[in-house]
């Protein structure tokens, strides 16, 4: 089956066009747009009228590249940003005019589901259990599980509500950091209440901002999908490419060869949240007489949403 997966977060909008036979993924095409389309969401709980049209014009482009591949079923979920805004009728009604389909705004849970399916469909059970970290623009959701989900929570803090709310400015200051530092404690303490940290085997990181920290860990001169997917990675790489990312400038930032322009403002954030959360589980996993296993995955709930369609086509 033929299938068309579109995931709408806080910051971009991707697209994956895939043939899925017998539960195997064969991409086609992916696009990815940064649209900030949660800009100021946490501030004004309503979408502005530039990340609208920023939002619009990326799935018009998408619509044209979908049409040319005919497939057979489409799905556009919506995540975080677009739960509780106050005009989403408005995002919703565009989407559908351009693409034909009312976009499906996914709780929580459901995000946390595609994202672990979509990650772990290729791994063994001699991995598991895993923990699937999906770092967004305004959600982090911590994914526990084996064949299937056991426990899942979903936070509200991501890169770009992170940014807004303790360090919109170039090179954060110490207080900045302590402040976002604190206010991520806060939040994983109470993750910590639903999703046992001290029980994975296996950490897998997924999104953007997590891949595209690990290309500077690895020193790529370009994004290179195929070196970033599958990459071991340490809570030291992690932790020393957080502190060089945030003392940077944004010159220095937008200049990194592997750096979208659109994360160059909220990249420093999400690697503090990205370091403080495997900090945090490798201390439990540790404790408990165990060793984690850091690893770095280009699929994640873009891809579970293609499988899911393709699983739930009769």
Same mark, same amino acid.
């Given at each position: 089956?033929?299938?068309?997966?579109?995931?709408?977060?806080? =910051?971009?909008?991707?697209?994956?066009?895939?043939?899925?036979?017998?539960?195997?993924?064969?991409?086609?095409?992916?696009?990815?747009?940064?649209?900030?389309? %949660?800009?100021?969401?946490?501030?004004?709980?309503?979408?502005?009228?530039?990340?609208?049209?920023?939002?619009?014009?990326?799935?018009?482009? @998408?619509?044209?590249?979908?049409?040319?591949?005919?497939?057979?079923?489409?799905?556009?979920?919506?995540?975080?940003?677009?739960?509780?805004?106050? =005009?989403?009728?408005?995002?919703?009604?565009? *989407?559908?005019?351009?693409?034909?389909?009312?976009?499906?705004? *996914?709780?929580?849970?459901?995000?946390?589901?595609?994202? @672990?399916?979509?990650?772990?469909? =290729?791994?063994?059970?001699?991995?598991?259990?895993?923990v699937v970290m999906d770092l967004g623009?305004?959600?982090?959701?911590?994914?526990?599980?084996?064949?299937?989900?056991?426990?899942?929570?979903?936070?509200?803090?991501? !890169?770009?509500?992170?940014?807004?709310?303790?360090?919109?400015?170039?090179?954060?200051?110490?207080?900045?950091?302590?402040?976002?530092?604190?206010?991520?404690?806060?939040?994983?303490?109470?993750?910590?209440?639903?999703?046992?940290?001290?029980?994975?085997?296996?950490?897998?990181?997924?999104?953007?901002?997590?891949?595209?920290?690990?290309?500077?860990?690895?020193?790529?001169?370009?994004?290179?999908?195929?070196?970033?997917?599958?990459?071991?990675?340490?809570?030291?790489?992690?932790? %020393?490419? !957080?502190?060089?990312?945030?003392?940077?400038?944004?010159?220095?930032?937008?200049?990194?060869?592997?750096?979208?322009? %659109?994360?160059?403002?909220?990249?420093?954030?999400?690697?503090?949240?990205?370091?403080?959360?495997?900090?945090?589980?490798?201390?439990?996993?540790?404790?408990?007489?165990?060793?984690?296993?850091?690893?770095?995955?280009?699929?994640?709930?873009l891809d579970g949403t293609a499988l899911d369609l393709a699983l739930t086509s !009769?």
């Amino acid at each position: 089956m033929r299938v068309a997966a579109f995931d709408c977060g806080t =910051n971009s909008l991707r697209l994956l066009i895939a043939d899925v036979v017998d539960g195997t993924l064969t991409d086609l095409r992916r696009e990815t747009r940064i649209v900030r389309l %949660g800009q100021g969401v946490d501030a004004t709980g309503q979408f502005a009228p530039e990340a609208l049209e920023r939002t619009f014009a990326a799935a018009r482009e @998408f619509a044209e590249v979908a049409a040319e591949y005919q497939p057979e079923k489409l799905r556009f979920v919506a995540t975080s940003a677009s739960r509780d805004v106050k =005009n989403r009728d408005e995002f919703f009604a565009g *989407i559908f005019e351009i693409l034909g389909i009312v976009p499906d705004v *996914i709780t929580g849970d459901e995000e946390a589901r595609l994202s @672990f399916l979509g990650a772990t469909a =290729n791994l063994s059970d001699a991995e598991a259990p895993f923990v699937v970290m999906d770092l967004g623009g305004g959600s982090t959701e911590l994914v526990l599980g084996t064949d299937d989900v056991d426990a899942a929570v979903s936070m509200d803090i991501g !890169s770009v509500r992170l940014t807004e709310r303790h360090m919109p400015v170039e090179t954060p200051d110490d207080a900045q950091i302590r402040a976002a530092l604190t206010d991520i404690d806060a939040q994983l303490d109470q993750a910590a209440q639903i999703v046992d940290f001290s029980a994975p085997h296996t950490f897998i990181g997924v999104a953007g901002t997590v891949t595209t920290i690990t290309a500077g860990i690895l020193g790529l001169e370009s994004y290179q999908r195929e070196r970033i997917h599958g990459a071991h990675i340490s809570v030291a790489d992690i932790a %020393g490419e !957080s502190r060089r990312l945030l003392a940077m400038d944004r010159s220095t930032r937008a200049g990194l060869p592997y750096m979208h322009p %659109g994360r160059v403002d909220v990249i420093g954030a999400g690697s503090l949240l990205f370091s403080r959360i495997v900090e945090r589980f490798e201390t439990a996993v540790t404790g408990a007489g165990g060793q984690l296993d850091i690893r770095i995955s280009e699929t994640d709930i873009l891809d579970g949403t293609a499988l899911d369609l393709a699983l739930t086509s !009769s």
